[in-house]
């Protein structure tokens, strides 16, 4: 793992809102609104960022936390910016605040963590089986 940030560098992020990221629920719309959901998608996409400048060969990365507070709405056809904010480093593990804005307006606030680990110690998923006919 390389680090070539100090505490207090950003990354940004821009998402057009866009009925993909309505809140729906088992399969029944909630509101026409960006959902909590997407909120968290965003901003683990956002602070991944780092991670990705930080990755070396053989090194993974894989979320460990989302804190997320919705405070305001986001509308379809609204550009919502994600702020990602490096808190801290802590060994392999890296904490980011982040803020969710449109305009002026806020619409969330939130903290990731996020730690790089090697490949070797990832899960490998389970060998697909077939069946004979």
């Keep these: 793992m390389a680090n070539p940030f100090l505490p207090g560098a950003t990354k940004l992020f821009r998402r057009l809102v866009t009925p993909a990221d309505f809140a729906v629920l088992n399969g029944q719309l909630i509101h026409e609104l960006l959902s909590t959901f997407a909120l968290g998608r965003d901003m683990e996409w956002t602070s991944r960022q780092f991670v990705e400048e930080m990755l070396e060969p053989g090194e993974a990365g894989i979320g460990t936390g989302l804190e997320i507070e ?3 709405p986001a509308f379809a056809g ?3 910016e994600f702020t990602a904010t490096f808190e801290v ?4 593990e890296l904490t980011c605040t982040l803020r969710a804005a449109v305009g002026s307006r806020l619409v969330a ?7 790089i680990v090697p490949v070797g110690r990832l899960p490998r998923p389970p060998a697909a089986t077939s069946s004979a006919a």
């Design 78 to 80: 609204e550009t919502v």
């Design 89 to 92: 480093l802590r060994g392999p």
């Design 70 to 72: 919705h405070r305001g």
């Design 109 to 115: 606030t939130g903290r990731t963590r996020q730690r």
